[in-house]
């Protein structure tokens, strides 16, 4: 069973169109969160819900929402694509207030725009 | 302004032989340092990882050397293998686990 699934793993669509990835984990964790990498493999977080609520919102364009319908499943819509949205979403999950601190991500969603 | 700074970018080792990976950070609030391993297609997943209250943490060939009055932090591979070859993320944070801020990563690659 994968912890953290995103579909698709895949994506090419044209400037301006709207597309949506999805986000499930089973692991019963608190707190998920979408990281952006770049073509550099620069990774950098975009959002983190826990239960339900947002927590962290870095700089990120008003084109990206994030939605939460409950602790388990994180999507996240984007609008408006534009040529610079290019590149790898992964979504994650950790289990807020236990110290461990480690990130279950999962494998990744390669967002082409053309 | 990058918080975590990583080097070298890219790193080619012989089989055997010891890889070092380098992290500086700026933030003394950090309080957790974990390093994370990204195999390509898939996403990074946790390696080894420590906290400013000891100055080394070993688990089998990686070891995280701590450096908490320069703000450094570095991970040894102890002799490498093909299999390691891989991308490295350094990271903080100032509360484990949320938040995570990440380093450029570094590519390496093991030679047979």
């Known amino acids: 069973d994968t912890a953290v699934s995103q579909t698709p793993k895949y994506l090419v669509t044209q400037m301006g169109n709207d597309k949506s990835i999805k986000c499930e984990q089973n692991?019963?964790?608190?707190?998920m969160y979408w990281y952006k990498q770049d073509s550099k493999k620069f990774l950098k977080i975009m959002f983190s819900?826990?239960?339900?609520?947002?927590?962290i919102n870095e700089t990120v364009p008003n084109r990206f929402s994030p939605k939460s319908p409950d602790k388990a499943h994180l999507n996240l819509h984007i609008n408006s694509l534009e040529l610079g949205d290019s590149a790898v979403y992964f979504c994650?999950?950790?289990?807020?207030?236990?110290?461990?601190?480690?990130?279950?991500f999962g494998e990744g969603s390669r967002l082409t725009v053309l | 302004q990058q918080q975590v700074k990583q080097s070298p970018q890219s790193l080619i080792v012989q089989k055997g032989g010891i890889s070092i990976i380098n992290c500086a950070y700026e933030n003394t609030a950090f309080d957790y340092f974990p390093w994370y391993q990204q195999f390509p297609g898939k996403g990074p997943a946790l390696l080894i990882a420590?906290?400013?209250?000891?100055s080394e943490k070993k688990e089998g060939r990686f070891t995280i050397s701590f450096n908490k009055s320069a703000k450094q932090f570095s991970l040894h591979i102890m002799d490498s293998q093909p299999g390691d070859s891989a991308t490295y993320f350094c990271a903080a944070s100032k509360n484990a686990g949320n938040m995570l801020t990440f380093g450029g990563g570094t590519r390496l690659m093991v030679k047979p």
């Open positions: 420590i906290r400013p209250d000891v």
């Open positions: 819900y826990n239960n339900k609520e947002l927590i």
């Open positions: 692991l019963g964790h608190d707190t």
């Open positions: 994650a999950s950790s289990q807020h207030r236990v110290n461990t601190g480690e990130l279950f």
